[in-house]
């Protein structure tokens, strides 16, 4: 009888330490420094750059402005390593397969440490449901922007990012 009872619990109450996932990550949430806007252009770890492993097929997703001067786009990792290269993301598109920048990335301007403040957008299923999700919206990295940037104005997505160090 009380396996039976302590099973029951397991799958009711208990699920998401059991095997399932907790903690699903969306997309990245940052602010550039000195109000720039970087958005338009190449980012890269810099030990990627220097041991040239950025292949053909790299090209970042362009980033989405949100509220408050944030920006929706991919997840960064590790903050420290990041440079953005002063190269635009639509040229590197527009060239052919054989991207000559990488081979002399140097040539351009980079920008070390481009981040104020840099956020991971998670989602711990056990205790909710993120209000902006949106599983359909690839183009917006699976979020919603129009209800993510009232939870930005709200105040409300401090309950949904982990911050990163941006030094």
């Known amino acids: ?17 059991f095997g399932k996932s907790k903690l699903q990550v969306y997309a990245g949430l940052y602010k550039y420094r000195d109000d720039m806007d970087l ?3 190449i980012w890269a770890h810099q030990s990627d750059l220097k041991g040239r492993y950025i ?21 960064i990792q590790n903050t420290r390593d990041i440079v953005y290269v002063t190269k ?12 000559e920048w990488i081979t002399h990335w140097e040539d351009y301007d980079t920008i070390q440490h481009p981040f104020v403040e840099c956020y991971i957008i998670h989602v711990d299923k056990c205790y909710g449901d993120f209000p902006a999700e949106c599983p359909g919206c690839s183009s ?14 709200n105040g409300e997505i401090n ?5 990163l160090s941006t030094y």
């Not at 990295?141 to 993510?148: E, M, Q, S, Y």
């Not at 309950?159 to 911050?163: E, M, S, V």
């Open 88 to 99: 635009r993301i639509d040229e590197v598109q527009s060239e052919s397969m054989h991207h």
């Open 55 to 75: 292949t053909e097929q790299w090209v970042p997703r362009k980033p989405i402005a949100v509220a408050n001067g944030y920006y929706l786009g991919e997840i």
């Open 39 to 41: 958005s338009e252009y």
């Open 159 to 163: 309950d949904y990012i982990r911050w």
């Open 140 to 153: 917006t990295f699976g979020i919603d922007t129009i209800v993510l940037n009232q939870m930005i104005r």
């Open 1 to 17: 009888m009380m396996v039976i009872l302590a099973l029951s619990l397991v799958q009711t109450g208990c699920g998401c330490s």
